[in-house]
């Protein structure tokens, strides 16, 4: 075990050297959540240009077919598990679990509500992708994650994730075009006994993420707009939400059929995965019928001014009833 | 029945006129249940108004009303200034101003509420559980036998009773599915709830009132604040209620200042009358699995329960019996408001919610009963328990029965120590 100093300076150094866009430390590495053993892997997902979307779908929203430019980012090899959610869900858990004290900006983070139900809806914690979050609360997760870490986490926009997911290719499925295929890369509702698997469990895509398909949707940062690729930017393509529903999640999941399923599918959020929250307002972090919804985390290669990273975490959710 | 000028829509005793025109509905308790409860009523798009709110926070009061104006609008939200009602003793006025009530503060209330909105006779929805101690039950039982004899409607938020995958299981065992029921195990364990921190200035009063969960007169441990729901269930199999307890408990991971006296695991046997036992097992532990459900075994099968839309019904060799559809299920919170308003509107009688919800209520308190003494005790040992935990006076300088010891902790029971009943 290193002590609390030795890990902070490691991290001071990471950020500084991480402003160079040919930095040759820019490789996989894995990020300890300090004080804890929970550990989770990401891995450089280099600078590129792709062709976003599909001009053949029966879906109207994925086209028209553009080129898109993707500055360099990490991304997560797993989707966000319940063994790390929970430490942030929990601030009592996390004070019992840290080998240390977690520090006053920490202690101050507002967290979630502790939910009225089941959120892991009997589907097992351990080695599972945590569920149900809403994309504030996914948010926040990233914001208590830079608070223990200084290392700015967040989700990817729906730009970065499609140019993640396809890894390079440019057919249906980044392993080619036959859904057959897909359950030796995903739990998807043919095989997944309608449940969350534990992440990590099929193969990854050729740049090294698993689960990019199925076992769970994931939330990106942009607003939902089915008329969006008609007019995004081609640099860095992202659609800051302003309004509360609906926001866009990719992916599929456990729930998801085979069938629907592709690099370019654009899922969206729902106020019906909040139909049965019995309170009002309704929560602000939860999603109590949404078991099939969570997150991977991404951090850009030269991150936004501090002024800037202050502004993405401190959004204000909007009042949901 | 026609020509009267009618004061109140449901003035005819036993049996209702249809009402005139909307039907006016105050809330008492306007906190996330409270006012969840009124948009329930609203959505059900029956003519309602609410006229009044009533809750000990002006702070909360306010907060709620400005939800429900602001979602529903002057024509459905007339709530005069003089109609916030707050403190102690804004309930009685806020009941008489109404033909429906919600009750939905903390439960430690209920019993005074449900007595009040009974004796004026209103129509009500309360919220579970019913009450925290033997003495609150003893109270609600009276007042539900009042409520028949005047044909009041009474819905409780035991949902799980308005949610189909446990109507249509439950009726398939009870005609014989899987045979006699002979056990069963009901779980509510996940990490637990809110904490309210004690801020400067606030009376003891005011500091229990706001942090309430932790405090037994107001909420009565999880296992009755909580846990009811899975406990209701058994008693529904099993078309009875236990006639002894046994059970061990304590406080292993939850054990703050703010915490109050609650403990963080109970389990316990519930034996019923043919001598067959349910386990029942509620724990608050972040970190460790999560498990609310409700199994039964009988002796021709089994069958599994959830709150998620389980209904499965499973013979011994593993043929499946009954496997309720999981999708597009109704809200059975927004069900019992449907079928309650469907009901008040055609001015008929026809929910007694409130028998069952005390028995079931009090089948919990037996439980932490038996925790909280490591004690067995039955049925009528636990009915007739004379500790009330009510404070004599209710009043924001008046001290509640627990206090906390100079070193701001909390006593808490201490089974082989505590007495109980």
Not at chain 1, 82 to 106: C, H, M, T
Request: glycine share 8%; proline share 6%; aromatic share 12%.
């Amino acid at each position: 075990m290193c002590n609390t100093k030795t890990k902070y300076l490691v991290i001071g150094v990471v950020m500084l050297m991480s402003f160079d866009d040919n930095d040759s430390n820019f490789e996989s590495y894995t990020q300890k959540i300090p004080g804890t053993q929970v550990i989770f892997d990401l891995i450089p997902i280099q600078k590129g240009t792709f062709r976003m979307g599909n001009d053949d779908s029966k879906n109207l929203d994925e086209k028209p077919v553009h080129e898109v430019t993707i500055d360099p980012f990490w991304m997560a090899t797993h989707e966000v598990t319940w063994d790390a959610f929970e430490l942030f869900l929990d601030k009592n858990y996390e004070l019992a679990i840290s080998e240390e004290p977690i520090g006053a900006r920490v202690d101050g983070l507002s967290r979630p509500s502790l939910p009225y139900l089941d959120m892991t809806f009997g589907m097992g914690k351990e080695g599972k992708p945590a569920v149900g979050m809403t994309q504030y609360g996914a948010i926040q997760y990233c914001h208590w994650l830079f608070l223990k870490t200084g290392i700015f986490y967040r989700l990817p926009t729906e730009a970065e994730w499609e140019y993640a997911a396809k890894a390079g290719s440019d057919t249906r499925f980044f392993f080619g075009d036959d859904p057959a295929v897909l359950q030796e890369y995903a739990w998807v509702s043919e095989n997944s006994k309608e449940s969350t698997q534990k992440v990590g469990t099929k193969k990854p895509n050729p740049w090294g993420l698993f689960d990019i398909y199925g076992n769970v949707l994931e939330w990106t940062y942009d607003q939902y707009d089915p008329e969006f690729y008609k007019k995004s930017e081609t640099s860095n393509p992202k659609n800051p939400p302003l309004k509360l529903y609906s926001r866009v999640v990719r992916g599929g999941s456990f729930a998801t059929d085979s069938d629907e399923l592709s690099a370019t599918k654009r899922f969206r959020s729902s106020p019906d995965w909040k139909r049965i929250d019995p309170q009002i307002p309704k929560s602000q972090w939860w999603f109590p019928e949404a078991p099939f919804l969570g997150l991977r985390l991404v951090r850009p290669l030269n991150p936004p001014s501090p002024e800037e990273i202050n502004v993405y975490y401190t959004q204000s959710p909007i009042t949901d009833y | 029945m026609t020509g009267g000028v009618l004061a109140s829509p449901f003035i005819l005793p036993g049996a209702y006129a249809a009402p005139a025109n909307e039907l006016k509905l105050a809330v008492i308790g306007c906190g996330g249940r409270g006012t969840g409860a009124v948009f329930q009523a609203m959505e059900t798009g029956h003519p309602i108004k609410l006229v009044a709110m009533a809750d000990a926070f002006r702070d909360r009061l306010d907060s709620s009303h400005k939800l429900i104006l602001d979602k529903y609008g002057a024509s459905k939200v007339a709530v005069d200034d003089d109609m916030k009602l707050t403190g102690f003793e804004g309930y009685k006025a806020a009941i008489a101003a109404a033909d429906v009530v919600i009750l939905a503060t903390p439960p430690g209330f209920r019993p005074m509420h449900f007595e009040e909105a009974v004796k004026q006779g209103k129509q009500i929805f309360m919220e579970k559980p019913v009450a925290t101690d033997a003495a609150g039950i003893r109270r609600v039982l009276k007042a539900a036998e009042e409520a028949k004899a005047k044909k009041l409607n009474v819905v409780v938020g035991l949902q799980r009773h308005y949610q189909n995958n446990y109507r249509e299981t439950i009726k398939r065992i009870h005609d014989g599915a899987i045979g006699d029921i002979t056990g069963g195990q009901v779980y509510w364990n996940d990490g637990g709830v809110w904490v309210k921190e004690r801020k400067p200035g606030q009376t003891e009063m005011e500091y229990q009132m706001r942090n309430w969960y932790y405090f037994n007169w107001l909420c009565g441990d999880h296992i009755t604040e909580q846990h009811v729901h899975n406990i209701d269930v058994a008693n529904w199999v099993k078309q009875g209620y236990p006639v002894k307890a046994e059970g061990t408990g304590g406080r292993q991971v939850r054990t703050s200042k703010e915490n109050g006296e609650i403990f963080d695991h109970h389990i316990v046997s519930f034996t019923y009358a043919d001598g067959s036992v349910i386990h029942s097992e509620c724990r608050h532990f972040p970190g460790a699995a999560n498990r609310v459900d409700e199994s039964f075994q009988g002796t021709k099968g089994k069958v599994y329960m959830s709150g998620g839309n389980h209904g499965v019904l499973t013979d011994w060799k593993g043929n499946a019996l009954y496997n309720h559809p999981r999708d597009n299920q109704p809200n059975p919170y927004q069900q019992e408001h449907d079928e309650l308003w469907a009901v008040l509107m055609k001015g008929e009688y026809k929910f007694a919610d409130a028998e069952n919800a005390a028995k079931s209520t009090m089948t919990s308190i037996m439980g932490r009963y038996a925790t909280y003494s490591g004690k067995p005790l039955t049925w009528d040992e636990a009915m007739n328990g004379s500790v009330d935990l009510f404070p004599d006076k209710l009043d924001w300088d008046a001290l509640p029965k627990l206090l906390p010891n100079s070193d701001g902790y909390y006593p808490h029971a201490v089974p082989g120590k505590t007495k109980v009943i």
